[in-house]
């Protein structure tokens, strides 16, 4: 723990590769433990809530490029979206979103305990990792991406509304300010992206994680993280 402790504090970044050169071989299994786990439960799911066999799952990407080729030929693609999503079952909806967010809950919370096993103890044991994970936090975790998403899926329409409605009076100015805001919008993001972990790791609530993250994650940290993205 001392020698992360000080590779932290002297700089987060070397502090971080260190961590990651030692747990990536777990984190490799642990992907495919899930992976797995997540097809074998969710893919049969799914086939029965669209009503498809494999021969039509195997056939969606060019279905969904059909659809497009006639919306770009001005057509009508009423018959083929039926064709293809019409017969969902909805009693299927529920289970198979409740799990999807259980999985996402769960995966969060394996690689935060994994991080932290490897900086407090050393430790890359699975079977801990595992078991350390499931705890009452994978709820938190699923409220904080839901309540997360709504708010960056209605702040960004938003934001396209208001965008639009300048550009009725002055194309120049919606430019600018789009271009601009965009860039603020996505600084405002980037500075809740810590709240998982203070959920994983600090234990927080989810009022708290996103106070910890907004608070912890200045402007400029966002703008550096931002940065790193698009390099990478």
Known sequence: MNQYQFHFKDQAFNGAVMV???IWPAAILISLIVAILS?????????????WDFETLNQIQSKIQDISNILQKNGDPSAEVEALFGQLNYDLLLPFVAIACFIYGWNVELFYQLNQQEIMTGSRSISAVIKTSFNKRIITQILFMVVFSLFMGISFMLFVLLVAMLAKINSLLSILIGFIGFFVWLLYMIRFLLAPAAIALGQYNMNGAFAFSFQNITFKRAAMVGLIGIVV
């Open 20 to 22: 990651f050169k030692k």
């Open 39 to 51: 097809n074998t439960i969710q893919m049969p799911l799914l086939l029965q809530m669209m009503n």
